[in-house]
Structures are given as C-alpha cells and as structure tokens.
C-alpha cells in the first residue's frame, strides 16, 4: 500500500534559520507530489507540486522541494524562515497509474518560527 | 469570488443525533471530497464524488454518508454510528483531469457532546 512519510512532527527554528522537511513515500510507479500549508486559521492551500520535468519545483512564498527519485523523497526547504511561516505542512502524494484518484497524506510537520 | 464555502464553523451535536456538515463550491469542479483531521494523523478520506450522482467510500467511510445530486453541492451526514465524532472535517474539490491538485474549505469542527 502506498504511504508518506514525514519525519519531523514538530520543528521550531529562529527567524532567518533554514528549513528542509523531509517527505519520503511508498510507491514504485510514476508519482504526482504535493506540499500543502495550513496556515493558523486558514485553509489548506497547496504551496508546489511536482508532476514532470526538473525535479527542483519553486513554490509560493521562497518554498522549493526537490523530487529525488532514486530516494522517494520530495523535501521541502526554504533558505531563510519568518515568523510568518509558522504552519502546519502537509506532503502527499498520488499514483498515476491506473483508477488510483487519491491524494496520500503524511501525518504534517508543524513548524514554529520565533521572531 | 470562486471557493469552497463550509458551513458552519463550529457545530455542536448531542451524541446519538445525527448532523449534516455542508459544503458548496462555485470552481465548477466536477470531483469533491471529504476529509477529517485529527491531531497528530493528518488528513484522512471518508468520502469521494468524482460526477454528480456517485461518490466511493475513502478509508474511513464507517459512520458517514454522503450525496451528490449536484455539482455543487456534496454534503456529509455524520451518523449516530460514527464512534469518534468529534473532528475538524476538510471539504475539497479539483477539476476531473486534474484529480490530485485540490482546492480546500475552511472546514467545519464538530463537537459532540
């Protein structure tokens, strides 16, 4: 069965600290990978995906994540955190083979940034 | 503006009624979802609509149900046989060929007391 893996549940950095959270899945075919954010009192919004071509995807707001695929990682890192950024991040992850039309979900890292 | 609009915000439900969480949205999405969250286990998917009129249980379907007589509109009844009620319920919605980048409500938290 396929599943995602996020391996900090909760991070706490300083402002201008870099970031990398990591996303590993299960799934040996073709993949479509997602970083979600929920910021306090706002709604899931997705912040990159990865669907084809250069492995290194930009996102919203300075995000980047890379798809290693030799790895099944999709990492999230943004050079230099503010406060703003503190948030629950989602990864998921979908196979495109087949009738398989949903989104995995990793369990989230929640992040905290002092100011 | 185009959205996902959820409604309430706060419910709160005696135990052993049942309750019908509602979510609406304007994208022109054929596919809608449900999810639930919970501390600590992320997101997960109790039902999906990928037309109007049919829907397939997600992984914790046990305790719910749901409709979709119009595009719009995919409501989500939590029974009385739902034994952990209490939750955050996400409502999302993507366009068919592009099943996997959703677009999300800003969820209804459910309290039964």
């Known amino acids: 069965a396929q599943s995602v893996s996020q391996h900090n549940h909760h991070v706490i950095l300083s402002e201008a600290a870099s970031l990398e959270l990591g996303c590993n899945y299960s799934y040996g075919g073709t993949v479509n990978l997602f970083w979600y954010v929920q910021y306090p009192g706002q709604h899931l919004q997705l912040l990159l995906k990865?669907?084809?071509?250069d492995p290194l995807v930009k996102g919203i707001k300075g995000f980047e994540a890379e798809f290693i695929k030799s790895k099944f990682s999709f990492n999230l890192r943004k050079p230099s955190v503010q406060w703003s950024d503190t948030a629950e991040y989602f990864c998921?992850?979908?196979?495109?083979?087949?009738?398989?039309?949903?989104?995995?979900w990793g369990l989230g890292t929640s992040l905290a940034v002092n100011p | 503006d185009g959205g996902i609009t959820q409604s309430p915000k706060y419910l709160f439900r005696k135990e052993g009624q049942n309750v019908t969480l509602s979510c609406e949205q304007n994208?022109?999405?054929?596919?809608m979802y449900w999810y639930r969250q919970d501390p600590g286990q992320g997101l997960r998917l109790i039902y999906y609509s990928q037309i109007v009129n049919d829907f397939q249980k997600g992984d914790i379907a046990e305790g719910y149900s749901v409709s979709r007589e119009k595009k719009e509109s995919f409501p989500l009844t939590v029974t009385s046989a739902q034994k952990n009620p209490t939750a955050f319920y996400l409502c999302?919605?993507?366009?068919?060929?592009?099943?996997?980048?959703?677009?999300f409500g800003p969820g209804t938290r459910l309290t039964v007391l």
């Open positions: 990865y669907f084809s071509g």
């Open positions: 994208l022109n999405h054929d596919a």
């Open positions: 999302a919605s993507s366009i068919r060929d592009r099943l996997n980048e959703q677009f």
């Open positions: 998921a992850v979908n196979a495109r083979a087949g009738n398989n039309r949903k989104l995995i």
